[in-house]
């Protein structure tokens, strides 16, 4: 009988490229979902709306990290040989404007969940997307033992869920990991997320559909890596025999002028005729440098990133103006990279 999991998160990018990891594995896969008005499943609609597989099952709940009760009992319902949790309030702007919602969510959302497993009794493995922007402003390289210091809400919420993690792990004995992914994309990233309003802004302008693309700080330092890599870490990190901390990253750092460069020059344009700059995109305290060193992953879980971020760049200005091509057309487009 094949292995289940259960995936907070999983209408977000990673939650939809790790559900495609966990079926292609033989796993029934559970997602929490919150209820709201509107869909909010497109990531998932190619799997959920498809045939499926006898002993490869996908299956959404309508549940919420704010209910602790309610983890509880799902939990003891599903019994899940792996959990993953990648739901929080995951934008870095945002949580300046929101710091208690993000708060709630992303880091006490962690520990509910934690305490669920505790209190339900099951026997099962957890994942914490944990992240580099928990370093802050620590300068590079990061790795698992660079101290925090975090320049956000969102990055001290993180901090919270790490720990949370650690201490569950020692005091209760839980098989519960934290990994430390640095920025990772694709073409399914959130289009307000700086890479992807990058490369969807390059469609739209190379359609003639937009004219201008207001930024914020050029001379951030990050380091992007491919979102399908970064989901088998994670997978792999929940097969050792003992629970650890690990970081995610390529190594290879860009800052977003770079990569504006990058993704424009793909699509035969020169960025600086369209960019220009507006103060209510920079962060009230800025991360100045994130670049991972994952030399612990390579090393205890065989994981190396094979796409950096200028081949990243490119894949994803290729798929939006492919998208943008087909909305045009009227007609469907699906996403697969």
């Not at 309003?197 to 890596?225: C, F, P, S």
Request: glycine letters at 8%; a negative charge; proline letters at 5%.
């Amino acid at each position: 009988m094949g292995k289940s999991a259960l995936i907070t998160g999983i209408t977000g990018q990673d939650g939809s490229y790790l559900t495609e990891l966990l079926l292609s594995k033989g796993y029934t896969v559970h997602g929490l979902v919150r209820r709201s008005s509107s869909f909010n499943t497109e990531r998932l609609d190619h799997i959920y709306q498809g045939p499926q597989e006898p002993g490869r099952t996908l299956v959404l709940h309508h549940a919420d990290l704010s209910d602790g009760v309610a983890l509880v009992n799902l939990l003891r319902d599903l019994r899940p040989d792996e959990v993953y949790n990648l739901g929080a309030q995951s934008h870095v702007r945002v949580s300046f404007d929101a710091p208690l919602y993000t708060g709630d969510v992303t880091g006490m959302g962690a520990m509910r969940l934690l305490e669920a497993i505790r209190a339900s009794g099951i026997d099962t493995r957890i994942y914490q997307a944990s992240s580099s922007e928990m370093f802050g402003a620590t300068p590079p390289p990061q790795n698992e033992r660079t101290p925090f210091h975090p320049r956000s809400p969102y990055g001290c919420a993180k901090v919270f869920g790490y720990w949370a993690t650690v201490n569950y792990r020692e005091a209760y004995g839980l098989f519960a990991v934290n990994g430390i992914l640095f920025n990772h994309e694709s073409p399914r990233r959130g289009e307000t997320f700086v890479t992807r309003k990058i490369t969807r802004a390059v469609a739209r302008i190379k359609a003639g559909l937009q004219e201008r693309l207001y930024m914020g700080n050029l001379d951030a330092v990050r380091d992007w890596g491919y979102a399908p890599e970064y989901v088998e870490a994670m997978w792999r990190m929940l097969q050792r025999d003992v629970p650890d901390d690990y970081v995610v990253a390529t190594g290879q750092a860009g800052t977003v002028r770079q990569f504006l460069e990058t993704a424009f020059t793909a699509a035969g344009l020169d960025w600086s005729d369209y960019v220009r700059f507006d103060p209510k995109y920079e962060r009230p305290a800025e991360v100045d440098a994130l670049i991972g060193d994952a030399s612990k992953a390579e090393e205890l879980l065989g994981w190396k990133p094979r796409v950096m971020w200028p081949e990243l760049a490119r894949v994803m200005v290729e798929a939006d103006i492919a998208q943008l091509d087909a909305e045009l057309a009227g007609t469907a487009v699906r996403i697969d990279r």
